[in-house]
């Protein structure tokens, strides 16, 4: 799919959609574990991240990179890091989570690759993130679930390396898509009346 428009060129100004709000207003993530098969096929992985990428980037620095990881990656992965919790002393927990790790058919690691720079690195840590969150409303508009996650390897030196994650990078999160497996159910929201302020 392309939707090339040539650079400096206009594009399209919002309007009402009702679709894109009606989707909004009911977004929940899957639970990782329930994400299965069908998933993403190539194209729809590479549109997935070209519209994930179409995320607000301070100064262009492009702070973040992609690694796409299929079934056999993840689960050859997920057996080191057990055995790097078990080396670790870590709690069950630790073995228990990953299988969030291996369960979908598709999952975008997006590393922030934030560095010391012209605009701050807080900004393009966000950035990483808006990226995360645009490629799950991708993998929905493709009619995906999806779900972010992190987890303790996220934070672990050892743990990230294993995903060859370098130093001074950092995990922003996994993103592992698919179809669920079942509805996932509504859950609390939080007060916007409580949260905002409103000035004239
Ligand atoms: C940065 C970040 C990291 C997250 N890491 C985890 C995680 O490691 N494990 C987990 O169960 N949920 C994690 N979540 C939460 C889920 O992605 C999801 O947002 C949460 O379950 C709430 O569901 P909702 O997205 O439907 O509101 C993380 C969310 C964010 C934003």
């Not at 096929?41 to 590479?46: C, G, L, N, S």
């Not at 607000?56 to 790097?84: C, N, Y």
Request: hydrophobic share 45%; glycine share 8%; charged share 20%.
């Amino acid at each position: 799919m392309t939707d090339a428009v040539p650079l400096g060129a206009p594009l399209p100004l919002p309007t009402p959609s009702a679709e894109l709000r009606a989707r909004l207003a009911v977004r929940r993530s899957a639970p990782a574990q329930a994400l299965t098969v069908p998933g993403p096929d190539r194209d729809a992985i590479k549109d997935i991240l070209t519209l994930g990428a179409r995320s607000p980037d301070h100064g262009k620095m492009t702070p973040w990179r992609f690694v796409v990881m299929g079934p056999e990656s993840r689960a050859e992965i997920a057996e080191q890091l057990a055995a790097l919790a078990v080396a670790k002393g870590l709690p069950g927990k630790a073995l228990a989570v990953l299988a969030k790790l291996t369960a979908a058919p598709v999952s975008i690691l997006v590393v922030s690759t934030a560095r010391p720079g012209p605009k701050p690195v807080w900004e393009q840590e966000l950035s990483a993130g808006a990226v995360c969150m645009n490629l799950e409303h991708a993998a929905s508009a493709y009619g995906f679930s999806s779900c972010w996650i992190t987890d303790w390897y996220s934070y672990d030196a050892e743990g990230a390396a294993l995903f060859r994650v370098a130093e001074g990078e950092r995990i922003a999160g996994f993103i592992h898509i698919g179809t669920a497996a079942e509805a996932p159910l509504e859950r609390e929201r939080p007060d916007i009346a409580a949260l905002t302020r409103y000035q004239p």
